[in-house]
T-cell receptor
Framework: EDQVTQSPEALRLQEGESSSLNCSYT??????LFWYRQDPGKGPEFLFT???AGEEKEKERLKATLTKKESFLHITAPKPEDSATYLC????????????FGKGTKLTVNP | GAVVSQHPSRVICKSGTSVKIECRSL??????MFWYRQFPKQSLMLMAT?????????EQGVEKDKFLINHASLTLSTLTVTSAHPEDSSFYIC???????????FGPGTRLTVL
């Protein structure tokens, strides 16, 4: 069974304090690993898709990396507007495009 | 990125009534759409996979007669919660896959409250 574990569950940072969120996964055959941002009461907002170990993608203050067992979302010099829940999901090969989500990391950035 | 819309954004209904939620991909064609449910402070749980022109595939434990899914076109899928009860109150979110680049985009969600 495909599984995704995110840590920590919650993270509080001061503005400008860089950190990383972890996403560990087990999957029969990784087709893609997805990162989303979700604000309260809203649908997830797509951030990145990673496909193979060693791949990296960046968007503004966010950088996602991927190994064979885990992915990291690095946040450099965060701002209060980066506060949200960050969700990680995996997609396996095998005909279905469905995503299996972790429980998320709730990030709070204090000014 | 691509845009997925949902309607309505919020609905309150009485127990025993049926509620229909629409999910549309606005600027791309989606052969596959997904329906999720999210309870407070929990992650997204996949309910069913909806393929255009064919029957939906439901996840284990999801009642297909209670949650009716129709994917009538490449841009529209609907979820009907039949004979809703208070325990069906939740945040329902749809997503659609842009087949060209395997990116999956989510709608803004529908908050269902059953009294």
């Amino acid at each position: 069974e495909d599984q995704v574990t995110q840590s920590p569950e919650a993270l509080r940072l001061q503005e400008g304090e860089s950190s990383s969120l972890n996403c560990s996964y087990t999957v029969s055959g990784l087709r893609g690993l997805f990162w989303y941002r979700q604000d309260p009461g809203k649908g997830p907002e797509f951030l990145f898709t990673l496909y193979s170990a060693g791949e990296e993608k960046e968007k503004e203050r966010l950088k996602a990396t991927l190994t064979k067992k885990e992915s990291f979302l690095h946040i450099t010099a965060p701002k209060p507007e980066d506060s949200a829940t960050y969700l990680c999901a995996v997609q396996a090969w095998g005909g279905s495009e469905k995503l299996v989500f972790g429980k998320g990391t709730k990030l709070t950035v204090n000014p | 990125g691509a845009v997925v819309s949902q309607h309505p954004s919020r609905v309150i209904c009485k127990s025993g009534t049926s509620v229909k939620i629409e999910c549309r991909s606005l600027d791309f064609q989606a052969t596959t759409m997904f329906w999720y449910r999210q309870f407070p402070k929990q992650s997204l749980m996949l309910m069913a996979t909806s393929n255009e022109g064919s029957k939906a595939t439901y996840e284990q434990g999801v009642e297909k007669d209670k949650f009716l899914i129709n994917h009538a076109s490449l841009t529209l899928s609907t979820l009907t919660v039949t004979s809703a009860h208070p325990e069906d109150s939740s945040f329902y979110i749809c997503s659609a896959t842009d087949a060209e680049d395997n990116e999956q985009f989510f709608g803004p969600g529908t908050r269902l409250t059953v009294l």
